[in-house]
């Protein structure tokens, strides 16, 4: 099964490799035409690019191909014995990458609005929660983080940090 | 300037208590998050890279250098003590170091790791001060086809770090180099793939990629792991190595540190690779090879003086060329170029004091480790234990200030979170990371030298690749990133003529 999967993953990433060496390729046909002084136009690099990054994604399709077709007989194997098994049940969790990567996406949007100590202190604390931290300790430490980075990087090393609109700090 | 006066104006600009007091800031981080498993000395340099913004360029290098010469040592604490390795580079100290510590030695395994990296590290730091400025003076010479050529063959490195699937790392290295092409073409100022974004017309910035490659996306890994509980040698009896103890070591010290200074200055290789091939060699010399595996002191001193080593030979190729090494000395190369400062001939030309610099505060570093290591031990011991759940989410914080720093540009958080998505996911599918790392940092080296060639060359290919330097490098990048296949076919052809030569025996 893990087999397969991979298997389905690469497919996923070449299909996903040969769409970008298409745009790429499409895109840049369309910058100005080269000359010798421009160092034969700004197309010419991505071009190639996207055409010897077509050509490794064929050779890893190729043997995606003959890993395939090896691994087939043993998942039909496995699935024949696995039929009778019973099914899993699919429930919707997010798992914790997720969880950051959603957190990190509104910190960046909420920072502007509600300054750099508020949004990072509700971030830690997200993200300690996430993590399944005890609530009370989860305070106190996305408290300390947010001011010993504010402190480190506002008072000592001088990097401007926003304030925000809402709460002015 | 000649030789001395060289060194003296390093030293002059180190030994500053600002200076010093940063390297041994840079050492104490970069030993802390060796120990703490998951946190790699990659990811250290990358996370305290944008700390480096609002100071002067030698104090900014003495943390990034500090950090990256004890994170290499920091692994083999954990190593020992927890049988895990803080960093990849210490795999094989975990193999003799862990029983040590098993049988009431882990202060003893400790010093003779903290001894070894030291012996290492000094050694690398005096070949690099001896080669590098010849190889400088001679790279000198070099024209756009032959920058373009060594820009090539910095990605020979792919091999090292796409050791799974090399036709995914050399995908990957095509995404990066497709990244550094982002902004206005440096030739012609037309503006490509900027989707009317002002924010990349100077193109993607380097710092928030490394940190969402190198730092949010192990964070992802990290905390997606198990958390299961981890034994930890607590016991640690004396760190000091006595007279016939080292006396036992020192030839194991010796070759590793040989060793790993060359592999560390060959662009494909690195610190774990040294550590493997010299715990090979202990073994191989070794009057008693059976102790290997249960505790065998040679096993922690010659991997450890091995992985080491790899940080001065790693800067050979780095300082005098441009081309990194291994993954952290890409990130190196990245902060580098953040301060201003562009590695290669022209660099031992202009701010040949920086460099000496570099030698002097790499020196340091290894003193201040062995200092660290050989008192600390006892602490170290106990960070292990540091929980993740409240200590990722503080990296992960780390991570979104430190790419915002850059420009007080809220977009940088949205490139981190963008590339550690894609870094992680990477992971998930087995495509390595590390070489779109390599294609954005060569990237725009690589494309504008190629295109000045071509106008030189007045868009004759043939003549690029006809001079003598620019074909050795391409030959040279071929061989390294196609070694493994040819070394295949080499040994399926050997095995298929023994056969043939046996059934041919066997037949009369």
């Known amino acids: ?169 | 300037m000649d030789g001395l006066n060289l060194y003296l104006a390093g030293l002059g600009n180190v030994m500053t208590p600002s200076v010093i007091l940063t390297l041994l800031l840079g050492v104490v981080a970069g030993t802390i998050t060796g120990i703490l498993p998951g946190l790699s000395a990659t990811m250290t340099v990358a996370i305290l890279t944008p700390l480096t913004f609002g100071m002067d360029t030698v104090p900014a290098f003495a943390l990034l250098i500090g950090a990256y010469c004890a994170a290499v040592y920091g692994g083999s604490i954990t190593a020992i003590l927890a049988k895990i390795p803080g960093t990849p580079a210490a795999v094989m100290t975990s193999l003799d170091g862990y029983p040590l510590g098993q049988q009431g030695k882990a202060g003893l395994a400790i010093g003779t790791a903290t001894i070894s990296s030291f012996i290492g590290g000094v050694f690398s730091v005096f070949i690099l001060a001896i080669f590098a400025t010849p190889i400088a003076n001679y790279a000198l010479d070099f024209g756009a086809p032959e920058y373009f050529a060594i820009a090539v063959f910095g990605f020979s490195v792919i091999i090292y770090i796409s050791s799974k699937n090399l036709i995914k790392g050399l995908i990957s290295t095509c995404i990066g180099l497709l990244l550094s092409s982002v902004g206005l073409d440096p030739m012609s100022g037309f503006e490509r793939y900027t989707f009317k974004m002002f924010e990349l017309l100077n193109g993607i910035e380097l710092l928030p990629v490394m940190i969402g490659i190198f730092g949010l996306a192990e964070v992802m890994n990290v905390i997606n792991k198990r958390t299961e509980d981890i034994k930890i040698t607590k016991q640690i009896s004396r760190v000091w190595v006595n007279k016939k103890e080292f006396k036992e070591i020192l030839p194991s010290i010796a070759r590793g540190s040989v060793l790993g200074t060359f592999i560390g200055a060959v662009p494909a290789a690195g610190g774990t690779i040294a550590a493997i091939i010299s715990y090979g060699l202990e073994k191989a010399f070794s009057k008693h090879p059976e102790r290997f595996g249960h505790g065998a002191l040679e096993g922690v001193a010659g991997p450890e003086s091995a992985n080491n080593a790899t940080t001065g030979g790693a800067l050979i190729p780095l300082l005098t060329l441009g081309i990194p090494g291994d993954a952290i000395t890409a990130v190196l190369l990245g902060a580098l170029m953040l301060h201003g400062i562009t590695p290669g001939p022209m660099l031992f030309q202009n701010d040949i004091e920086i460099v000496s610099s570099i030698y002097i505060m790499m020196m340091l570093a290894n003193f201040m480790f062995l200092g660290v290591g050989l008192t600390g031990a006892k602490i170290a011991s106990r960070l292990i234990t540091t929980p993740v759940r409240y200590f990722m989410p503080i990296v992960a914080l780390l991570c979104c200030v430190g790419s915002y720093s850059l420009r007080n540009s809220v977009f940088d958080i949205f490139v981190l979170l963008t590339l550690g998505t894609i870094g992680y996911i990477f992971s998930k599918i087995d495509v390595p990371a590390s070489p779109l790392i390599l294609g954005l940092v060569l990237g725009e080296i690589a494309e504008i030298n190629l295109r000045r060639a071509l106008v030189i060359t007045s868009g004759n290919v043939i003549e690029v690749f006809k001079r003598p330097i620019t074909a050795a490098f391409i030959i040279a990048t071929l061989l390294i990133i196609f070694s493994p296949v040819l070394i295949r076919k080499g040994k399926a052809i050997y095995n298929a003529h023994i056969e043939k030569k046996q059934s041919a025996q066997a037949g009369q």
């Open chain 1, 1 to 169: 099964m893990e087999k397969s999967k991979a298997i389905r993953n690469d497919y996923i990433f070449i299909a996903s490799i040969y769409a970008l060496c298409i745009y790429v390729w499409v895109s840049a046909d369309q910058f100005p035409k080269a000359t010798i002084e421009s160092g034969f136009g700004a197309g010419m690099y991505p071009m190639l690019l996207a055409v010897l990054m077509g050509f490794f994604n064929t050779i890893l399709l190729i043997k995606n191909v003959f890993n395939s077709k090896k691994s087939q007989a043993e998942s039909e194997q496995i699935n024949a014995e696995n039929k009778n098994t019973s099914e899993e049940k699919k429930t919707f969790t997010v798992n914790k990458p997720t969880g950051f990567g959603i957190c990190i996406f509104i910190y960046a949007i909420v920072i502007k609005y509600i300054g750099f100590l508020v949004s990072s202190f509700l971030m830690v604390f997200a993200l300690t929660q996430i993590m399944g931290a005890e609530k009370k300790r989860s305070v106190l430490v996305s408290l300390g983080a947010a001011v010993i980075v504010y402190v480190l990087f506002k008072v000592v090393l001088k990097v401007s940090l926003p304030t925000g609109t809402v709460f002015g700090g």
